[in-house]
């Protein structure tokens, strides 16, 4: 990765960070007041979908801070370093995590007859989307240790090679 491309990638999760916490910090609270549901039934949906957009929110902070870790090293160009594991795998949790509660909303909007059967489909579709992700990005997780494997062999050959000339 280049200077620019790892600059370009840090201002899109910039931006990406901004509109999580204007969401979490502005917009959340001001729907939770200003839609004031009548029904019971109403009030749960709605604290349900609030809870999950907030959930949500944080899910997507954790990834930006670890891809811009992520990124970082890269930069540094000490990607291949064993540490750098410790930044893939709160992806790989919050990406599950994510998509239990995505099913979960799922599970809760399938119970509501003012919900369309597409919307619980969408719902479910999407959580199945987050597992897939979490399982690619668990194989990227195992091609990242076996690289760091690899490096650390690497400058291991080095060193003796050094010793022997």
């Known amino acids: 990765m280049g200077k620019f491309s790892i600059v370009g990638l840090k201002i899109i999760l910039a931006v990406i960070l901004a509109g999580t916490f204007f969401v979490q910090l502005f917009m959340i609270p001001m729907i939770f007041i200003h839609e004031s549901p009548s ?43 064993p540490a750098s594991l410790g930044y893939v795998t709160p992806i790989i ?20 007859t ?9 719902v479910g579709g999407a959580g199945l989307l987050m597992i897939g992700i979490s399982i690619i990005v668990l ?23 050094g010793g022997v000339i």
């Open 93 to 112: 949790i919050a990406f599950a995590v994510g998509a239990l509660a995505t099913l979960a909303l799922g599970a809760i909007f399938a119970a509501s």
């Open 39 to 81: 029904d019971g039934t109403e009030k749960f949906f709605q604290g349900s979908f609030l809870s999950y957009l907030f959930l949500a929110g944080l899910i997507i902070e954790t990834c930006v801070y670890c891809v811009w870790k992520l990124a970082t090293r890269v930069k540094r160009g000490t990607v291949f370093d």
């Open 114 to 122: 003012e919900i369309a059967p597409g919307v619980v489909l969408l």
């Open 139 to 161: 194989v990227l997780r195992q091609l990242l240790e076996q690289a760091a494997m690899t490096e650390a062999q690497a400058a291991e050959l080095r060193t003796e090679l």
